[in-house]
Nanobody, 126 residues
Framework: QVQLVESGGGLVQAGGSLRLSCAAS????????MGWFRQAPGKERECVAA????????YYADSVKGRFTIIRDNAKNTVYLQMNSLKPEDKAIYYC???????????????????WGQGTQVTVSS
C-alpha cells in the first residue's frame, strides 16, 4: 500500500507560479512511476505530467509543455510539479498518482495508476 499526500495548491494570479508536492509513504517509492493529473469542473481527469522511477523519462500534456516541470526526489519520497506561467485554464484539482514500475516504464493514463492522493486545489485568477 502507498499513501500519497499532495500539498502546495492555492490561489495565484495569471502568470504566477506554484509548486505542488506529493509525499509518498508505504512501499519503496523509488520503484514507482508517478504522475500528476488534474480535473476541472465538468471535465475529465487528465494527465498533465508523469515521470518514471529513475526520473530520466518524463511526459507532459501539450497544454503544459514548457510551463510545467515534474521532478522527483527518491531520497525524500517526494515528487514535485513546478508550475510556471499559470493560466486561468489551469484551474483544477490536482492529483498525484503512483504505480509500481520497476523497469522504468512511464504511464499517463488514469487506469494505469494504482494509488491516488486526495487532491489539492489550484485556482488561477485572470
Amino acid at each position: 500500500q502507498v499513501q500519497l499526500v499532495e500539498s502546495g495548491g492555492g490561489l495565484v494570479q495569471a502568470g504566477g507560479s506554484l509548486r505542488l508536492s506529493c509525499a509518498a509513504s508505504g512501499r519503496t517509492f523509488s520503484n514507482y512511476a508517478m504522475g500528476w493529473f488534474r480535473q476541472a469542473p465538468g471535465k475529465e481527469r487528465e494527465c498533465v505530467a508523469a515521470i518514471n522511477w529513475l526520473g530520466g523519462v518524463t511526459y507532459y500534456a501539450d497544454s503544459v509543455k514548457g510551463r510545467f516541470t515534474i521532478i522527483r526526489d527518491n531520497a525524500k519520497n517526494t515528487v514535485y510539479l513546478q508550475m510556471n506561467s499559470l493560466k486561468p485554464e489551469d484551474k483544477a484539482i490536482y492529483y498525484c498518482a503512483a504505480r509500481s514500475s520497476p523497469y522504468g516504464t512511464i504511464y499517463y493514463r488514469i487506469f494505469e495508476y494504482t494509488y491516488w492522493g486526495q487532491g489539492t486545489q489550484v485556482t488561477v485568477s485572470s
